[in-house]
C-alpha cells in the first residue's frame, strides 16, 4: 500500500436513526468514490464523510479542521425518506474540499471550485470513478449479449442515458462560470453592481456552507459516534460551541453590515445610470432628446438639470465654471466659493490737490 492510496475518503457513515441508513450510506459510498480520483491528483484526504441532518435547514455541509471531518446533508428537510438528487450532494461535496485549501470564500476559492467542477464533469463523462486507475467497473462478458436485444429496450436504454445527459449537465455546465454570473450579464453591470452581487453571492454561500463561519451547528451524527473517540471529539465540540456562542452577536450584525452595503451600492450604481441614461424633454418645445445631448436639436435649450444634480455642483461667480460640491475653491481660477465677484474699480486718492 502506498502513499497515494490514503489520498481518498477513509470512511463514510450514514445516521442510523433515519430511515433507509444503507441506502445512505451506499450515497455516500458513491459520493466518495466519484471524488477520489480528484482528491488522489490533488494529494487531499478526508478522514470522516458522514450524513448530518442539522437544525438549521438551509446548511447543506461543512468542513470541519480542513478535511479531517466533512458533512454533507442528503435528505430534504422535515422528508426523511426522500433524498436529495446526486448531482446535488456531488456539487455540495466539491465546495467542502475547496475549503481544504481555502476557508472564506473569496475570488480564489470559487476559481478553485470551478476547477473541480470542470474536473468532474469529465470524470462523470468517461465513468471514471474510484482509483481512476481502470478496473473499477464490474466485470462483464466479452462479446456482449448472445442475442440481440429487442428494439424497444434499446430506444428505453437511449432516453435513461440523454435524461441522465441532461440532469448532469444542469449541474455540471462545460466549463468554468464567472463568478457573480455569465459574462453576458456581468457586460451589462457596472463596477458597483458587480461588486454588489458578488458580495450577494459570498452572503449566500454563508448561510449554506458552515465551513466558512465559526459558527457550530447542532448535529443528531453526534450521537452516532463511537465510544473510544466520543469523548475527546465532544469535548472539542463543547469549546467550539462557547466559542461560537460568544462571536454570534458579531457575526450577525456583520451579516447585516455586509448586506446593508451590497443595497446602498446597488441602489446608488442604479440611481446614477438611470440619470446618464434617462431621455429629457425641453422645457420650450417639448421635444425628447438623447441622454448625452447638451442642448436641445429643435430650439437650442440648454438641457435641465436634474434635481439632484442641482445641489451637487456650484458656479464660480469669476470664470462661470461649475465645480464640486465639496471644493470650496474653484478649481480653475482658485477663487474663493462664496466669493462675490471681482472688486469694483475704485478712483485713485489725487495728492497734491
Known amino acids: 500500500?502506498?502513499?497515494?492510496?490514503?489520498?481518498?475518503?477513509?470512511?463514510?457513515?450514514?445516521?442510523?436513526?433515519?430511515?433507509?441508513?444503507?441506502?445512505?450510506?451506499?450515497?455516500?459510498?458513491?459520493?466518495?468514490?466519484?471524488?477520489?480520483?480528484?482528491?488522489?491528483?490533488?494529494?487531499?484526504?478526508?478522514?470522516l464523510l458522514s450524513e448530518f441532518c442539522p437544525t438549521n435547514h438551509s446548511l447543506l455541509g461543512l468542513n470541519v479542521n480542513r478535511g479531517v471531518h466533512v458533512k454533507l446533508r442528503l435528505r430534504r428537510p422535515n422528508a426523511d425518506h426522500v433524498f436529495f438528487p446526486f448531482e446535488e450532494v456531488l456539487d455540495t461535496m466539491l465546495h467542502e474540499l475547496c475549503h481544504i485549501v481555502h476557508g472564506p470564500h473569496d475570488a480564489q476559492f470559487y476559481k478553485l471550485w470551478d476547477e473541480l467542477r470542470v474536473d468532474c464533469e469529465e470524470l462523470v463523462s468517461k465513468g471514471i470513478t474510484g482509483s481512476g486507475q481502470g478496473f473499477d467497473a464490474p466485470g462483464r462478458r466479452l462479446g456482449g449479449f448472445t442475442r440481440q436485444p429487442p428494439l424497444s429496450a434499446l430506444r428505453q436504454n437511449a432516453a435513461a442515458a440523454a435524461a441522465k445527459r441532461a440532469r448532469i449537465g444542469a449541474l455540471l455546465?462545460?466549463?468554468?462560470?464567472?463568478?457573480?454570473?455569465?459574462?453576458?450579464?456581468?457586460?451589462?453591470?457596472?463596477?458597483?453592481?458587480?461588486a454588489a452581487m458578488a458580495a450577494e453571492r459570498r452572503m449566500q454561500d454563508e448561510l449554506w456552507c458552515g465551513s466558512g463561519?465559526?459558527?457550530?451547528?447542532?448535529?443528531?451524527?453526534?450521537?452516532?459516534?463511537?465510544?473510544?473517540?466520543?469523548?475527546?471529539?465532544?469535548?472539542?465540540?463543547?469549546?467550539?460551541?462557547?466559542?461560537?456562542?460568544?462571536?454570534?452577536?458579531?457575526?450577525?450584525?456583520?451579516?447585516?453590515?455586509?448586506?446593508?452595503?451590497?443595497?446602498?451600492?446597488?441602489?446608488r450604481a442604479?440611481?446614477?445610470?438611470?440619470?446618464?441614461?434617462?431621455?429629457?424633454?425641453?422645457?420650450?418645445?417639448?421635444?425628447?432628446?438623447?441622454?448625452?445631448?447638451?442642448?436641445?436639436?429643435?430650439?437650442?435649450?440648454?438641457?435641465?438639470k436634474p434635481v439632484g444634480v442641482k445641489f451637487k455642483t456650484w458656479t464660480c461667480r469669476f470664470c462661470t465654471l461649475e465645480n464640486g460640491n465639496k471644493l470650496d475653491k474653484c478649481?480653475?481660477?482658485?477663487?474663493?466659493?462664496?466669493?462675490?465677484?471681482?472688486?469694483?474699480?475704485?478712483?485713485?486718492?489725487?495728492?497734491?490737490?
Open 173 to 194: 455546465p462545460s466549463g468554468p462560470r464567472r463568478l457573480g454570473g455569465d459574462s453576458g450579464i456581468m457586460a451589462a453591470l457596472s463596477p458597483a453592481q458587480a
Open 270 to 304: 442604479t440611481t446614477d445610470d438611470a440619470e446618464d441614461r434617462a431621455i429629457w424633454e425641453c422645457d420650450i418645445c417639448t421635444l425628447f432628446n438623447q441622454p448625452l445631448a447638451p442642448i436641445c436639436e429643435a430650439c437650442g435649450n440648454v438641457k435641465p
Open 213 to 267: 463561519s465559526s459558527i457550530e451547528t447542532v448535529d443528531e451524527a453526534e450521537s452516532e459516534l463511537g465510544e473510544s473517540s466520543k469523548s475527546s471529539y465532544v469535548a472539542s465540540q463543547v469549546k467550539d460551541r462557547v466559542s461560537a456562542n460568544e462571536d454570534l452577536v458579531s457575526w450577525d450584525s456583520q451579516k447585516n453590515d455586509v448586506r446593508k452595503i451590497a443595497g446602498d451600492l446597488l441602489s
Open 331 to 353: 478649481s480653475a481660477c482658485e477663487q474663493w466659493r462664496y466669493s462675490n465677484g471681482p472688486p469694483v474699480a475704485t478712483r485713485a486718492p489725487n495728492y497734491g490737490t
Open 1 to 47: 500500500m502506498s502513499l497515494e492510496d490514503l489520498n481518498k475518503v477513509w470512511e463514510v457513515r450514514a445516521l442510523k436513526r433515519k430511515p433507509n441508513d444503507d441506502e445512505a450510506r451506499r450515497f455516500l459510498e458513491r459520493i466518495a468514490s466519484q471524488v477520489q480520483p480528484i482528491m488522489r491528483r490533488r494529494k487531499w484526504k478526508v478522514k
